[in-house]
């Protein structure tokens, strides 16, 4: 059975199918259609809701997309969708400036835009513009009315942040600390075909994955969920980390930054910028906040998709993962992970327990590029990531991972060889440009040619070059205070 709280009453489930959306639960099961469907991806926005859980500062509010959010998920949280913003006759803060500012046209996209400002709403107290553009950054309006529903976001955030969410959160907090305090029964969702299983502990993931081998591990569920969404493929066993303590938690000492196999590209953000504020765009361009919300550094790489954007990471900074069975647990460099298109070194009985990021060297020059057919919330059609050691104007050492060039994420062997040794300031980089041709012959698809790839790899060693002399804008972003304070700790 799961527990989750929706306008403030408890909800106890267990006859549901294992791979129900909290989309279809709150159309099909509650009749409550003000979420939509529009591309049943995670892409649009249209399906936003809003899941509020207890930690150690109150309650957090994320911005989810419910079309592929597996319902199991919710459990210890609670659950808000647009029709629980109103408080009695009196419309939400952000509802109330949605309607003066006309940010409504056609409408149906409006629910999942109320529902992400209702998320910021929650979680500043100074919002400026760039906060809500990236707040908004994953919701579409089919009518391009972009300008009103801004204004909405700067009416509604300008004033003092009070409603009836606010007034209960005490009571909130009380209750969904009740529901994660109940031990008696497991949390699982069971229908005649189908099991959702929500473990303790990491031990109970290895017996249950011992169990049924055949079974799927959720985390945040953004590519899996996919598969029944597009695929329309039943999911009958999923194997929830969630709940599992040591999986959602970071370290972070002197050697490396551990982040467990459930911790949320959002959660770990901060704490990865501290050492590396030059991935600042990459993070920042990684899906939407919805996406980031909902979707973990574990899922990315386990996936092994050729175009995820943190393998690159992982393979230019020397980054390592710990796998783990009923049996045993290995630690393995990200270099021996990856074997072939979507197959990784991971044994059936496994499952990536953490993953691990060294701490930043001295005279490292990092540099991180995502080229895209979108700006915002957009898969990659290449990512490249370079890390160089430097004395000087001298490259000492140097690692080049690519992303989108091969059937797998890759290190570039042939330009790291042509980078190290050379004079970054004064030499050529064509050499190194040139070798991209030794390292990969990627394909043709629907996001780019391989043509397009190779050459617009090669402008990437160039533009590198040229803003380590400093002759073209950097898009490195500032060490912000916020990064500086995610790292006293340390």
Request: negative net charge; proline residues 3%.
């Amino acid at each position: 059975m799961i527990r989750f709280l929706h306008q403030q009453r408890e909800v106890a489930l267990e006859d549901v199918s294992a791979d129900t959306s909290i989309l279809d639960y709150l159309r099909e099961h509650r009749g409550l259609t003000g979420t939509k469907e529009g591309c049943a991806s995670g892409d649009c926005g249209a399906c936003t809701v809003v899941v509020a859980k207890a930690d150690d500062a109150g309650l957090s509010y994320s911005p989810v997309n419910a079309c592929i959010a597996p319902l199991g998920s919710l459990h210890g949280s609670q659950l808000i969708s647009v029709e629980d913003l109103k408080d009695g006759e009196t419309w939400h803060p952000v509802q109330r400036a949605m309607i003066e500012c006309h940010a409504s046209q056609c409408g149906f996209c409006t629910p999942g835009f109320v529902m992400s400002l209702f998320a910021l709403y929650h979680s500043s107290n100074d919002c400026n513009r760039e906060e809500i553009l990236e707040a908004l950054g994953g919701n579409l309006c089919r009518c391009t009315g972009y300008r009103p529903i801004i204004t909405a976001a700067e009416q509604a955030l300008s004033g003092s942040r009070h409603d009836q969410f606010s007034r209960s959160a005490q009571a909130t907090l009380d209750q969904l600390r009740a529901l994660l305090d109940i031990e008696s029964e497991s949390a699982a969702l069971e229908s005649r075909h189908s099991h959702y299983f929500r473990p303790r502990d990491a031990a109970q993931v290895a017996s249950l994955l011992a169990e049924h081998p055949r079974a799927r591990l959720v985390a945040g569920a953004t590519d899996l969920f996919l598969e029944s969404t597009q695929a329309l493929t039943p999911l009958p066993v999923l194997i929830d980390l969630c709940s599992v303590t040591e999986l959602a938690e970071t370290n972070v000492d002197s050697e490396g930054m551990r982040f467990g196999a459930a911790v949320t590209h959002r959660a770990a953000q901060d704490i990865v910028l501290g050492d590396y504020p030059e991935l600042a765009e990459l993070i920042e361009r990684f899906g939407s906040l919805q996406i980031r919300s909902q979707g973990t550094i574990a899922g990315n790489i386990a996936n092994a998709s050729p175009i995820g954007d943190w393998p690159p990471v992982f393979l230019a900074l020397g980054g390592s993962l710990q796998l783990q069975s009923s049996a045993r647990s290995r630690d393995l460099a990200i270099d021996e992970f990856f074997l072939d298109y979507r197959k990784t070194a991971q044994q059936p009985d496994e499952f990536i327990r953490a993953v691990m990021l060294p701490r930043r060297k001295d005279a490292l020059f990092l540099r991180a590029y995502k080229i895209s057919k979108r700006f915002e919330d957009d898969i990659s059609s290449v990512c490249a990531v370079f890390a160089l050691e430097l004395d000087g104007d001298h490259v000492i050492a140097a690692k080049a991972a690519f992303g989108g060039m091969a059937a797998v994420p890759k290190r570039a062997r042939a330009v790291e060889a042509a980078l190290a040794g050379m004079n970054l300031r004064h030499d050529s980089i064509n050499e190194a440009a040139l070798s991209l041709q030794d390292d990969f012959q990627p394909i043709d698809d629907a996001r780019a040619s391989a043509a397009y790839r190779l050459t617009v790899s090669a402008r990437l060693l160039q533009r590198l070059q040229e803003e380590f002399r400093g002759s073209t804008a950097t898009r490195v972003h500032a060490l912000s205070d916020a990064h500086v304070r995610a790292t006293k700790h340390v």
